[in-house]
């Protein structure tokens, strides 16, 4: 592979130098430009690899040439150096679509590592492959989810990923690791409610030995662990008010401090978070700060609820199925009105709740088809959205409020195909006899 070219834009030529010679000895070949006039004069006569600007510039904006690239250049990687402590041009440039950012004055190192991240993107030009076909469907909703992926994998902004309990925002946020610059280092995610508050800071920044009782030696914590890599924070939402300005500062210096240590270690760690709850209400309640929601929700991706995409419940559960089964096993299959009844339910537990319901019919179906019969998804769920049934009341037996779902369901059944039995079977995906059972033991005679 030929040598990578950088194009360096900045109105001082000392920095500039610094620059070219920084990169000149990382093997990168540089093209300089005073202004944006000609960045994109170099923009038009060659491929770069890279382009890092300064964001005051003679005749604009960096922000101005960070949208000329994400316009004209999408897949190029830019990186703008701003003034130091000023947080917030910084975020508007990720805000834009830029790669990174690098604090005035330059440290060096922190420069070596954009650079040699950005330039990994050289081989990672399109969403392909592994990580495109594990987000399973072809709905609007989840092809959607594809584009953001793409779109934030080129990227080392914050992000932070929305959506109910059970959708796969650990999945996404790994797709957007694996599709990005950093995929061969680690992705580390933790659950940020399942680390005791007293343990907190020792498990995201280490210690040092005698820091505490019970420290008998060095510790690295999770964010040394992701080194180079990405921290995947789940449920962030979680997070005591203490750790979450620990967490901001980690994020704006781009350093930590273990615990008893006496000096700050740099870090090179992309971000991402995700929770199922409203930041933006916990911000207005007081119980999530709010500067620390705007840095960790730089770009937000959104994962649709099963219920937004029912189109894609057929190829989930095939392959669901297809799991359960194991390796060399005969997977079951849905019939078409089991599929109808599935789609037809709004899912609060959404892919973690099908994956629950599909592994309890492939235990009660007696072949190698499930039925309507098999799925039971009044068990435990709300019905569908269109005749919703409230819970079991205060006192009543599980057993007789099943029996009540199991009525209304045959009732409904028998309705639809004109009291013909034999048809309302067939709805059911129960045989003419099995529902003759049930009618006569639930008193439906």
């Known amino acids: 592979m030929s040598r990578p070219i950088a194009l360096l834009v900045d109105d001082e030529p000392a920095i500039r130098e610094l620059l070219e010679l920084t990169l000149t000895r990382m093997d990168v070949d540089c093209v300089l430009a005073a202004d944006i006039a000609q960045a994109h004069a170099a923009l038009r006569s060659r491929p770069v690899d890279l382009c890092l600007t300064d964001m005051k510039l ?21 990186a703008v150096i ?12 990720l805000k834009n679509g830029a790669f990174d950012f690098v604090s005035k004055p330059v440290d060096l190192t922190a420069l070596r590592n954009l650079v040699s991240t950005a330039l990994k993107l050289r081989e990672k030009r399109q969403l392909e492959g592994r990580g495109a ?20 994998a080129r990227s080392q902004a914050p992000v932070h990923i929305s959506g109910e309990s059970g959708t796969g925002k650990e999945l996404v946020a790994r797709l957007v690791h694996e599709n990005g610059a950093r995929a061969d280092n680690p992705f580390i995610a933790v659950n940020c409610g399942a680390i005791p508050s007293e343990l907190m800071e020792s498990e995201f920044f280490g210690h040092k030995k005698g820091s505490f009782t019970g420290a008998v030696a060095d510790k690295d914590g999770l964010f040394q662990a992701a080194q180079g890599g990405t921290l995947f924070l789940d449920e962030v939402a979680d997070l005591p008010l203490h750790m979450q300005v620990k967490l901001l500062r980690v994020i704006q210096e781009k350093a930590i401090r273990a615990v008893g240590a006496q000096r700050e270690t740099p870090v090179d760690v992309r971000i991402l978070s995700a929770t199922h709850r409203n930041l933006a209400e916990l ?10 929601y705007y840095r960790i929700n730089v770009i937000e991706l959104r994962v649709p609820p099963l219920r937004e995409r029912p189109e894609d419940i057929p190829l989930l559960a095939a392959h669901i199925l297809e799991r359960l089964a194991g390796e060399g096993g005969q997977p079951a299959r849905l019939s078409a009105e089991a599929v109808f009844l599935l789609q037809g339910h709004s899912f609060p537990g959404n892919v973690r709740e099908l994956e629950n319901i599909l592994e309890r019919a492939t235990t009660l179906a007696e072949g ?23 819970a079991p009341a205060s006192g009543q037996p599980l057993g007789k409020h099943l029996d009540d779902v199991e009525k209304e369901a045959i009732k409904k059944a028998l309705e639809q195909a004109r009291y013909n039995k034999t048809a309302a079977a067939k709805l059911l995906g129960m045989s003419f006899r099995q529902l003759r059972y049930r009618i006569k033991k639930l008193g439906l005679e």
């Open 133 to 152: 076909t594990r987000l399973l469907g072809h709905s609007p909703a989840i092809e959607q989810v594809r584009v953001m992926v793409a779109k934030v």
């Open 82 to 93: 701003t003034a130091h402590g000023n947080v917030e041009s910084a975020v508007q440039a």
């Open 368 to 390: 190698a088809v499930i039925h309507v019969a098999d799925i039971q998804l009044q068990t435990a769920n709300e019905q569908d959205d269109a005749e919703p049934h409230t």
């Open 283 to 292: 911000v207005r309640g007081g119980r999530f700060r709010e500067d620390l």
């Open 58 to 78: 003679p005749d604009g904006d960096g922000l101005d040439l960070v949208g000329y690239i994400q316009s004209h250049f999408p897949q190029l990687p830019v």
